[in-house]
């Protein structure tokens, strides 16, 4: 293999390095050391399309307007990498993967705050007090946060109001044929099984019901089977990436992953608000007795 001599090239205004082809084979711009096959140094972001904290912007995908779409990749605050996808430097068209611990913002280029729209995902972790998921409307009147679709058309949604969320399943009667009155309620509730656990996890106690024998009184709470299993796919071995000398002449292959497939436990779940309507029907039954027992009582009590 001929050997390839470092080639850069300048213009002649440039303080640095504006190309480099190294004899390793990798090219740099901005820098006359590339660290990488391809190794992008320097450059300056859109500001009116990019929150301010971003000076660098290695690449940077703008058409002739600079008010329009950009894409840009390049490093923040301690040469933290970012990835910004905007609009016009409009808030709402912004999509932001920044180095706030790997945050992904949507429609705003920072964490959203109480008034402000937009959606913030962090993985693993939380910013000054708020969750991994935070997402916020600027109103306090019925705000629409999320719907849920299959092919039958929209089965739930989440709602915020002035102080609370309401998590809706469908239940419009439009929706609905055939009701009829529950009956045996009390009946039903008696053979429900409550009972105080301890998670394996934690160790941590709380009051609640095993899956499959909730699912024997109000199998509608219940998903999954008992005992279910389902194959799940894991990595056996990890790839491993091809070696090369000075020269770029291969020295060991890659080696790709080996992948297998292992049963693991398919957990039952239970929606324990599907237990209120057969714990409504036997509170009515109970004091449909009661009044009766009672009016008994005072014939009784005045004969």
Same mark, same amino acid.
């Given at each position: 293999m001929s050997e390839i001599l470092v080639t850069t090239v300048k213009h002649e205004s440039a303080t640095t390095d504006n190309?480099?082809?190294?004899?390793?084979?990798?090219?740099?711009?901005g820098t006359s050391s590339p660290a990488a096959k391809l190794a992008v140094v320097g450059g300056t972001? @859109?500001?009116? @399309? &990019?929150?301010?904290?971003?000076? &660098?912007?290695?690449? @940077?995908?703008?058409?002739?307007?600079?008010s329009g779409y950009s894409l840009q990749f390049g490093s923040g605050p301690a040469d933290l990498p970012y990835i910004q996808m905007s609009a016009g430097g409009a808030a709402s068209g912004n999509m932001t993967i920044q180095p706030y611990g790997?945050?992904?913002?949507? $429609?705003? !280029? $920072? &964490?959203? !705050?109480?008034?402000?729209?937009? !959606?913030?995902?962090q993985? $693993?972790?939380?910013?000054?007090?708020?969750?991994t998921w935070t997402q916020r409307s600027s109103s306090t009147a019925a705000s629409d946060h999320a719907y849920f679709y299959n092919p039958n058309g929209i089965v739930g949604f989440i709602r915020t109001t002035n102080s609370s969320t309401a998590y809706s399943t469908s239940s419009d009667y439009r929706l609905k044929e055939d009701w009829q009155p529950i009956?045996?309620?009390?009946? +039903?509730?008696?053979?429900?099984?409550?009972?105080?656990?301890?998670?394996?996890?934690?160790?941590? +106690?709380?009051?609640?019901?095993?899956a499959h024998e909730a699912a024997e009184v109000v199998?509608?709470?219940?998903? @999954?089977?008992?005992d279910a299993m389902r194959d799940e796919e894991y990595e056996v071995t990890p790839a491993v990436e091809a070696t090369y000398d000075e020269e770029g002449n291969e020295l060991t292959p890659a080696v790709e992953a080996v992948m297998g497939t292992r049963s693991v436990p398919n957990y039952q779940g239970i929606d324990q608000s599907k237990l209120v309507p057969l &714990?409504?029907?036997?509170?009515?039954?109970a004091l449909a007795k009661i009044d009766d027992l009672t009016a008994r009582v005072s014939v009784l009590e005045t004969a």
């Open positions: 190309i480099t082809l190294a004899s390793t084979g990798d090219v740099g711009i972001s @859109n500001a009116s @399309n &990019l929150a301010t904290a971003y000076s &660098l912007a290695a690449f @940077n995908i703008t058409p002739k307007s600079t790997g945050s992904l913002l949507v $429609g705003t !280029t $920072g &964490l959203p !705050t109480a008034g402000t729209l937009g !959606t913030a995902f993985v $693993g972790a939380s910013i000054a007090g708020m969750a009956t045996g309620a009390s009946e +039903r509730v008696k053979a429900l099984k409550p009972v105080n656990f301890a998670w394996k996890a934690d160790g941590s +106690r709380v009051d609640g019901f095993l199998p509608e709470a219940v998903s @999954n089977e008992k &714990l409504t029907a036997a509170l009515q039954e």
